[in-house]
């Protein structure tokens, strides 16, 4: 690679949470330079985080349509940008850079409505650029080991998928304190039209669709508000029937006191199982039938070579949620570049979820408030 | 107690499981003294069980019939009666016992349909005879410490349930091979209804209703029989709405590849969680919202009265499985001895699972299949 | 078997913690009677708890010397008593009744002086009478299947050994409040010239020996007493060489804060470890060096016949530390009977410890204490 | 901050594992510019490496005199450079640098041998320039927690340290294989006096005194080299004397099958214990005497101030190796700017380890060779 990729960055003025990540993500494998941003809205903070973030002034801009418009129009523009704003305001922004020809990182999930959602996805396919969405946890060396295993068929036809996502940060009313994360994920007009379930349940979706290779068909959900006034599910347990005859469980939960980001799913198979749990993401449980439980750990015995290709440090040492993320930023690298160079790109590179993820993720939560609404009755994915 | 209380067993010959597991736990504390069975219907076995089993030739019976007459006519005839065979063995047998005036102590589920549970309940009620049922997950001290927990308010109102009980020793075709535990269980003549559902779900759904002090209201089931020519369910995924207002899931399988006895029980409040494994037993789990999670240890700081009292030995010398099965068998002894000395018996001897229970997981069964035979659609279990 | 054998107690009073320890795992497997004991020097105690324990006042005795001569003395005498006092109260017991031909259990450690020990070795030899000695964590099934893996090559020659004991229960004067478990281990006089290392520094130094076939060669001890005021050590800190090459570490503790009862031992050599930890006592991790590490259940895939040989019940329903007390009732009950019947006993039964072993246990308590005094020097076990 | 810190590298060519961890850990917090490197005695590894790494070609130097002697020169020269080649080639280098004004970030430890120390020592007290040590496992938020926990009383004084660092790389001959990493570490030209002691007891070490905040007076080391030919300790067992009271063992082995970076500290006061392993580094395990033990996880409940900053990410998202390397350039950054704006640097960056570490390491290393050499012998450290 000649240069590093010029990225700009649409969202993640300072003091969000996301738009940190993703900076750190693109700085890890030292393969992109943040050289533009629409930072924030409120002009004082997009000024100062740009110069926080050493970018020049005449690239630090008042709006993504402001930045579109001119960073096009340079020979040195961005080449991709990150969309990382609250939901609702995914569809557009992307959707401009994609027509301007600028590769797109969206955060999940794809957008705020299902509608808003379709258009995006047109405009991914008419562009030459390249989107992806940052569906992380597939970034993890032992999930995406984990997958390849489930492929190969190490434990048969999968016939169980439990699945949760249980976080505890909304236990109470955070949203009437004022806290900005909480206000906009509670908020239909800013978050679509589910709470738990877009923000953390379309992620366990996600790493299941990801890991067994099956499609989930169908799925009932029951959805609670559990906190007083709360206007969006912060609790759901759901039914999936999986398309390959898989038959499951996923529950997310916001209101669930002691889990942080208890993301674990356990996948079993005719002749073994397999288990994952993104607080100790350096560990994948192999159970194969009538054998001692093997525990494979990242860079260690049994540890294959997907797995070693997303991982940069040597067994025993803990890679985390940082590296996980930039693995996606790097395979998205792969992708960029190998496009420059009209070459295809590293299979392994397309391990990264896109605009296909994203509307299953966007049908996943259709699915999941209309079964919701109807009692819980059974609701295809199409 | 002056002297130990003379026991009965029905079923529980040579080779069973379950039988030899009540005999440890009625002996454990010393408080019953077996003294007459039935203990397989062949003449041989019987007689070879009872010489094993120190029990006199002349109270060796060749049918629980014959042992109900004649116990019930020495005046050192038995007390109580354990009825330890397949499931449409119990009702039958226990209903003679409690209409002779003999204690009973049956194992789990009650029985094999709702009809002979019914009869049984009727003779339940009438007799002035006690009735246990070895939900023997209850015995377990931080068990019962949780349920106290929930009950003084530890939690908060309940709002999410999370029980499962995964096995795998039905991965594979076992009652293909003539395996005994296996064929009866598989066998709807034998098992009744359900499969998995009855043999385990019904020790989930217990588990979730003593430690939540909630009642399931109605239930959506998904049941699935995995395993080509199999003829019960051998996994079920089940929506839980309780009468207090929480939502839950319960999952149990006997198809799960690496799982052995993986009863495991989270329930979260409104102010903090709980968390307990039955394969760490000595070990609870209590999330207070927004404080570090304590490791409560059976017999260490934190653990209640109410735990203390039902064990037997110091803090870090694990318990297990047939001390906390000895424990239903302790605390019913309380109730045989005060009925004997005219006396209330100790209010924590009341823990012990009774008809009461028993009907519940007939329903609970009853309920499971009608769900899963209309498609998982919500039933009451009324 | 024809008939249970005919147990006698001394000391195990009302109050006492090992005495009914010994008592339930001399009931778990119905192969024992209890008939006679002196289990108080109290008469009142003795004669209550003679009542409790269903022993005929006429078997109550005050002394065991009473006990030894009249017991010796009846055709239906006990053929084995259990010696459950402190230990400056072991020896004379133990060489009255295995010079009357009275088979002995006796608790760890052998006694308090390795002059009393060298009589009792003697009087062990001299005597037709079987000695037993309850080190009780050699009863637990996973300890045995690593004795015979590291016996049978399964890791290779070992080359590294780290065991340890941390209790928490003496971090403060418990000693000052008159609770009487502190009281007697705490002093000389009734605990002899070691606190930690003679009460459980032994059973971790018998564990080690145990599992590695190797014999420690010389130790290096650094002995301490932290709590203010208190005359023995409380924990120690050893360097450890073996007969067979490897090296390794002793530590054990009453006053490590958050430990219960936290044996834990793990053995490495040329090819491969092996973890156990006695509060986990069902899992013993296994890790061949370049593979991934394996996790055998005792009752699970990988646990051996050994391991099935020491349990009661399948995998999943764990076993615990009364269990593996009882296996070593249940071994040396085959002992018993073998003499009886004039055939040799089951070769497992042989894993019972036995003078040999408590010989050993007193040789290194002098070998630490002598370390100790000379600022750690290095002592042979001669 | 106005720009990036400039930064040079000596060693870390293309192929090198800690050279890699620390242009990571530098790009992490986006405080570091790599603008200049000697990368490689070999001319064209060390152009190739440049190119892949962004530095301009007539800043790719052939040897770190050259550098040294450009890079002083030139109006942008670099401000720091890391030095993070083999043990004996770190002296002259960092001499040479901090001779010439620029900081130095070294690789530990400090070096091979104490006389070199002595010469590095001083030539870090004689300039203006800063010297920092990367005894990297105190960048952990946790580590930093107990540390800070202990020095205000906690868990009372500390009487026990138990620490050790088992892997298992070298179970066999790697060396023989002609792999590099295992070359120079058995080679006591270049590795220095020890083996294990040096690359990962030294770890140890300085953990054990970072977080009590205790030296060891002394100590006793048993060495051994288990595979057959090699010249370096592979394993190390420590008994421990603190100047505070304390008593301890150290362990540090690269032959225990199973253990990959397996760092981990105990420790325990007069009123409380703290765990930590480095595996799991998110959490801190306190145990109160006579309290339920504390899981404190990294950004959640318990978590006090300092972990906070020294975190990126909230609770539930590990962190890892990585993440904790990087706290330290993070800490040296703002020691760096403090200096360029005469300002004093936040206390907080002060916990970057420093000279005054490296040589504490350095007599360590001389101790335990000395006693092991003494058969294990008590050594002062001085």
Redesign the interface.
């Given at each position: 690679m000649s240069?590093?990729i010029r990225l700009g960055m649409v969202g993640g003025g300072q003091g969000a949470?996301i738009g940190?990540?993703h900076?750190?993500a693109a700085?890890?494998?030292?393969q992109y330079e943040l050289v533009a941003g629409s930072f924030s809205s409120d002009p004082d903070r997009a000024r100062a985080s740009a110069s926080a973030?050493?970018v020049a002034p005449d690239r630090a801009y008042g709006s993504w349509q402001a930045m579109a418009a001119a960073e096009a129009g340079r020979p040195d523009g961005v080449e991709v940008v990150s969309v990382v704003t609250p939901n609702h305001l995914h569809a557009d922004p992307a959707i401009a850079f994609l027509n301007a020809g600028i590769h797109v990182i969206c955060d999940k999930p794809l957008c705020h409505t299902l509608d808003a959602a379709r258009e995006l996805e047109r405009a991914a396919k008419a562009s030459r650029a390249l989107f992806a969405l940052t569906h992380n946890y597939t970034g993890y060396p032992l999930v995406r080991q984990a997958r390849t295993m489930v492929a190969e068929g190490a434990?048969g036809t999968v016939?169980?998928v439990?699945v949760?996502y249980p976080?505890?940060w909304l236990?109470?009313s955070l949203e009437s304190t004022g806290q900005k994360q909480a206000a906009w994920r509670t908020d239909p007009a800013r978050s679509g039209a589910a709470g738990s379930v877009g923000d953390i349940g379309t992620h366990a979706f996600n790493l299941a669709e990801f890991v067994t290779g099956q499609r989930v068909g169908s799925l009932?959900a029951?959805l609670?508000a559990?906190v007083p006034g709360r206007r969006l599910d912060d609790?759901a347990?759901m039914?999936l029937?999986f398309d390959g005859g898989a038959?499951?469980?996923l529950?997310c939960?916001q209101?669930?006191?002691?889990?942080?980001?208890?993301l674990r799913l356990?996948v079993?198979?005719?002749?073994?199982?397999l288990?994952w749990a993104?607080?100790?993401?350096?560990l994948l449980?192999?159970?194969?039938?009538?054998?001692?439980?093997?525990?494979?750990?990242r860079?260690?015995?049994?540890a294959s070579f997907i797995a070693a290709q997303a991982s940069?440090?040597?067994?025993?040492?803990?890679?985390?949620?940082?590296?996980a993320f930039a693995q996606l930023y790097r395979d998205f690298a792969d992708q960029i570049v190998a496009v420059r160079e009209g070459r295809p790109p590293d299979p392994m590179s397309r391990l990264v979820p896109g605009i296909e993820e994203g509307m299953r993720g966007m049908r996943f939560i259709e699915a999941a408030v209309s079964s919701g609404q109807a009692?819980?009755?059974?609701v295809s994915l199409g």
């Open positions: 240069g590093r949470f940190a990540v900076r750190i700085r890890l494998d030292d973030l050493h434990i016939r169980i439990q949760e976080q505890d236990t109470t009932a029951d609670a559990f609790n347990h039914l029937r038959r499951g469980m529950w939960s209101v669930a006191p002691g889990n942080e980001n208890a356990r079993y198979g005719e002749f073994g199982g288990e993104q607080e100790q993401p350096n449980v192999h159970t194969p039938f009538a054998e001692a439980p093997r525990m494979i750990r860079g260690g015995a049994g940069r440090i040597p067994a025993g040492h803990p890679e985390g949620y940082l590296e009692g819980a009755g059974w």
